[in-house]
């Protein structure tokens, strides 16, 4: 696939309303027009993808905002490392070889606010951003990493250590992420779910409040009018349906669409999808299946556009039919990564693709587009699985790069 062009202003996507000041001395400068009749996502030809038959009509406003320029240049050049102790605690779990623990050991991100109050927020210009988080869980790096298994990484880089790794494992968060615009509540993945049963692992008949979350950002279970998958690995899907009380399963979001790529649904229910469903178990017969017999499971290119602030670009190699999505709202950006990378060292090492990469050579192609996307336009960066908060910008370092958390 063709890298991704963009020239549209470098506009700098404060993750707060006001966003960031200047530094003295600098005054913000518009960076140059998008060229007309493009768009760096859609093909040329094109104005838009076909729309989601709920979208409202587009109508774009351009906002300039302040360059970033000045800013990246003064960011520091590593992660920011944040205590585990800041926003709660860690329990430590008991693995096997394989990184994977019983229920009662699980790792589990413990609240401090002991799940009331407010659910914690950040804003992509007029988009709320609710961060839903499932679980912390740590597997072991050449489990994941099958390079590890004849290499090493850079002893003492930013990733080896808290919040990227502990004790010596991956530290994974397990998140989606609900948007709120002016009109839509659209939910991006659905986690691992509660009550199903799975081959091993965190997500075997788990039991968490991830949906109780929602109430917590003033939002019903109803309210929610889209899910979208950005794949249909099983940590991504589990919620998407909930136990009916007679051995089936149930939309969980009664008035949502839920949508899915095309190329990703018609891999995963062909036989190589069969094959890959033997290391999980057939979560597709739980968790999308029944979807799709309620009627509420949507096939959609991979370019969709959902909403005039927030649109799907394909990014096929992690799955068949794997997407990010970016939301563009009041001169701000960020891109909302999914499995696009998992851990700190694909920051370092971009061609280090994880074990369940379908294709692992086009998933490492797409994560430095991504990353070089990010690092040069200033673009907030929401990956669904990096250590809370998860979201930050990009920085080169070198031939790889570097992250900088945002600030809580």
């Known amino acids: 696939m063709a890298a991704v062009r963009d020239d549209r202003p ?42 989601h038959p709920f979208a409202a009509p587009v109508r774009r406003t351009a906002r ?20 585990t102790g800041e926003r709660g605690t860690v329990s430590t779990p008991t693995a096997d070889q394989h990184g994977h623990t019983d229920a009662s ?28 988080r499932e679980v912390d869980y740590f597997p072991v790096p050449t489990d994941f990493f099958p ?18 790794t502990h004790e010596g494992r991956l530290r994974l968060n397990q998140e989606a992420h609900l948007l709120r615009t002016r009109d839509r509540l659209i939910l991006v993945d659905a986690g691992g779910g509660n009550g199903k049963p799975r081959r091993g692992g965190v997500f075997d008949r788990a039991d968490r409040p991830f949906l109780e979350q929602f109430a917590r950002a003033g939002v019903s279970l109803a309210d929610i009018d889209t899910v979208v998958f950005t794949h249909l690995h099983v940590d991504h899907v589990g919620f998407a349906t909930s136990a009916d009380g007679a051995g089936g399963w149930v939309p969980t979001f009664p008035n949502a669409r ?6 990703e649904f018609e891999w995963w229910t062909g036989p190589e999808g069969a094959a890959a469903l033997e290391r999980t178990g057939d979560y597709l017969a739980d968790s999308i299946l029944p ?15 959902l909403t005039p602030e ?10 068949p039919g794997n997407v990010y999505l970016v939301v563009e709202s009041a001169g701000q950006r960020a891109l909302f990564a999914g499995d696009m990378l998992h851990h700190g ?26 990353l070089e996307r990010a690092a040069d336009s200033g673009d907030l960066l929401v990956p669904a699985h990096f250590p809370f908060p998860a979201a930050g910008y990009v920085h080169r370092a070198g031939r790889g790069f570097t992250y900088t958390f945002i600030d809580v």
Do not use: K, M, N
Request: proline residues 13%; glycine residues 12%; hydrophobic residues 30%.
């Open 10 to 51: 470098v506009r700098h996507p404060r993750h707060r309303r006001g966003g960031l000041p200047q530094p003295a001395g600098r005054r913000p400068r518009r960076g140059p027009g998008r060229p007309a009749g493009g768009h760096p996502d859609r093909p040329a030809g094109r104005t838009r993808p076909d729309r």
């Open 64 to 83: 300039p905002g302040p360059c970033p320029g000045a800013w990246r240049a003064a960011a520091p050049r590593q992660a920011t490392i944040r205590p």
């Open 105 to 132: 050991t699980e790792p589990r991100w413990v609240d401090t606010g002991g799940g009331a109050g407010p659910l914690w927020s950040f804003h992509v210009g007029e988009v709320e951003v609710f961060p839903i």
């Open 147 to 164: 390079q590890l298994e004849s290499g090493s990484w850079t002893e003492g880089a930013f990733y080896t250590r808290e919040p990227f």
């Open 258 to 263: 839920y949508l899915v790529v095309r190329e």
């Open 291 to 305: 979807l799709r017999a309620a009627g509420v499971l949507d096939l959609v290119p991979a370019d969709q556009v």
């Open 310 to 319: 927030i649109h799907l670009v394909p990014a096929f190699g992690h799955t």
């Open 345 to 370: 060292v694909q920051l370092e090492r971009p061609e280090w693709s994880i074990r369940y990469c379908v294709v692992p050579g086009d998933s490492a192609d797409q994560r430095r587009r991504l």
